[in-house]
């Protein structure tokens, strides 16, 4: 059975950071691109960031130099180090595992940052 599971979320203020994980099972992680995804009230869910299995970064321009992505592959897990958040970085933040190879992903389930005074 395959699971991801996010932590880490939470109400922070302005300017404040938090670092989400979100730990993989029932996969061969390494064969995995791992995902950041985020979907705010009313709005489509969009990408955050990504790292291939070799541990290449790719961001989207809002949160370039803010949010870092990275692996940890003995441990089966990816994390998202978000630094100086926004209100505008409210959301629901899920992971996602893509296979390299095939057509195959799964989602986590998951984790709620809100940024707010």
């Known amino acids: 059975q395959v699971q991801l599971v996010e932590s880490g979320g939470g109400l922070v203020q302005p300017g404040d950071s938090l670092r989400l994980s979100c730990a993989a099972s029932?996969?061969?992680?390494?064969?995995?691109?791992m995902g950041w995804y985020r979907q705010a009230p009313g709005k489509q869910r969009e990408w955050v960031a990504g790292?291939?299995?070799?541990?290449?970064?790719n961001y989207v321009p809002s949160v370039k130099g803010r949010f870092t992505i990275s692996r940890d592959n003995a441990k089966n897990t990816v994390y998202l180090q978000m630094n100086s958040l926004k209100p505008e970085d409210t959301a629901v933040y899920y992971c996602?595992?893509?296979?390299?190879?095939?057509?195959?992903?799964?989602w986590g389930q998951g984790t709620q940052v809100t940024v707010s005074m």
């Open positions: 996602k595992a893509d296979h390299i190879f095939i057509l195959r992903n799964y």
């Open positions: 029932g996969i061969i992680f390494s064969d995995y691109a």
């Open positions: 790292i291939t299995g070799a541990g290449r970064t």
